[in-house]
């Protein structure tokens, strides 16, 4: 089974990098972009029977700092 585990950043904890990206962006001219955010994808290849709380262990322990990150999975 494919899954894809999509971590993005908490609203009001600062991201440095969609800063970055943002200020990129404007320098190359595109106008109109009112802020970035920037996370991850993390594409993971499981055995069919790996339960959905394994996974959300896996999230949890490994994959996502839930202190300051939210993360949601899509199984392709």
């Known amino acids: 089974m494919k899954l894809r585990i999509?971590?993005?950043l908490k609203n009001g904890v600062l991201d440095p990098q969609g800063k970055a990206i943002h200020k990129?962006?404007?320098?190359l001219?595109?106008?109109g972009i009112n802020d970035v955010?920037?996370?991850k994808l993390i594409e993971l290849?499981?055995?069919d029977s790996t339960s959905d709380?394994?996974?959300?262990?896996?999230?949890?322990?490994?994959?996502a700092n839930t202190v300051i990150e939210n993360f949601r999975v899509e199984k392709a």
């Open 45 to 47: 290849d499981v055995d």
């Open 6 to 8: 999509i971590v993005t």
């Open 24 to 27: 990129a962006l404007d320098g």
């Open 29 to 31: 001219g595109f106008s």
């Open 37 to 39: 955010r920037a996370g």
């Open 53 to 63: 709380a394994a996974i959300d262990e896996m999230c949890r322990k490994l994959l």
